[in-house]
């Protein structure tokens, strides 16, 4: 789906309680967006409208479309995904800002599963609010993961200093453990592996794997897994010809800038992962959906309810998830002509070989 050889990224509003429009707002106001992506914005003129009036001082005009056909690629573009009136209440979580959530997300990943866009990029949802038999997941990448088919994904957060994934995403820390097995850690790896090299541009990617317990269990002294499964499964990936390492002790890996060693690092729970990267990325860390066919984006944090429709909400991680969207799209074009050219693929394997041979291996 390409016209003057940008793409189109389609943006989600988000619960319409959130700040997840006031985000889109700030962002696209900036005219210099249009000359890398199409922004289009799947919500409804009324509720665009309502936070436009809170933001008077920002630059913002749309053109509104139900067929995705016909946008514009010269301005901001709106598909209606409803047309009933919606009472928006900022801050508060009800059933109305669930409902409209779901149906913004869920026309969209359509769009994208068709073609119709060629990126996604989210604005928050709340997981309490949005749960029901007709959408019973606990995010947007296990929602993706299943109207993709994919099987299995990784919540990849990206930023400019680090990449963290993770192993397991919303899981009770009680239930961790259980979760944590050979089969799921290689997985992950893999889908980390490829997407560096097919997202990212990096030829031979270096990923560090962290352990589960703390001190990585002590050579089995505090629990057991990091010695029975996580170290067995990385041994195994370097088998597949994954170029990994581990595991670490989360606590002095992050303490002592290991990160900045690696191309990316597995975590094996939510916050062992989200915490250090949160408080590193400096406000403008990305989530990213790897492992899917399409490419799907998003900032790091919630709906922050607390600060909705008060015009207080910082664009910053927003805006990096849109250039890493159009980044990543790119990226994959470049990728698959590269693959297309035996040449240049002959070409990588000699730098490749180059890179093996001067690389030693790094310690565990």
């Keep these: 789906m390409q016209q003057e050889n940008k793409p189109v990224i389609g943006l989600t509003c988000g619960d319409v309680n959130g700040i997840g429009l006031e985000l889109i707002i700030k962002t696209v106001s900036d005219n210099r967006l249009l000359e890398i992506c199409t922004p289009v914005i799947f919500a ?190 990385v041994k195994e990936a370097k088998q597949k010809d994954i170029f990994c390492f581990g595991p670490y002790s989360a606590d002095a890996f992050f303490a002592r800038g290991q990160h900045e060693k690696f191309d990316a690092v597995l975590a094996m729970y939510h916050d062992q992962g989200l915490i250090p990267f949160k408080s590193l990325a400096m406000g403008e860390g990305v989530n990213y959906s790897a492992g899917i066919s399409g490419v799907r984006t998003s900032p790091d944090h919630g709906v922050a309810f607390d600060i909705a429709g008060k015009g207080k909400a910082d664009e910053a991680s927003f805006r990096s998830a849109i250039f890493t969207a159009v980044d990543i799209f790119n990226r994959r074009r470049g990728y698959a002509d590269n693959r297309k050219n035996p040449l240049r693929k002959i070409s990588a394997a000699m730098v490749n070989r180059a890179v093996d041979q001067g690389i030693s291996e790094l310690p565990e």
Excluded at 87 to 112: C, D, F, I, M, R
Excluded at 186 to 213: E, H, M, R, T
Aim: aromatic share 6%; with cysteine; net charge neutral.
């Design 44 to 233: 409804n003129n009324k509720v665009l409208n309502f936070y436009r009036k809170g933001l008077a001082d920002m630059n913002f005009n749309f053109a509104a479309t139900r067929d995705l056909t016909r946008i514009n690629h010269k301005q901001i573009n709106l598909y209606n995904c409803w047309e009933e009136e919606v009472a928006v209440t900022p801050g508060t979580l009800n059933e109305v800002g669930g409902k409209y959530a779901v149906l913004s997300l869920t026309v969209a990943a359509q769009a994208l599963k068709e073609g119709r866009i060629d990126g996604l990029v989210t604005a928050p949802i709340h997981k309490k609010n949005t749960q029901s038999p007709e959408f019973d997941f606990t995010g947007h990448t296990p929602y993706l993961k299943n109207i993709f088919g994919a099987n299995d994904v990784v919540m990849f957060m990206v930023a400019e200093n680090m990449r963290v994934g993770l192993v397991t995403e919303h899981v009770p820390v009680k239930e961790i453990a259980q979760h944590i097995t050979k089969e799921k850690i290689i997985s992950k790896l893999n889908i980390i592996n490829q997407s560096l090299k097919k997202d990212f541009g990096i030829d031979k990617p270096k990923i560090a794997v962290l352990g589960l317990n703390p001190h990585a269990g002590d050579e089995g002294l505090i629990g057991k897994e990091d010695e029975e499964i996580i170290r067995p499964a």
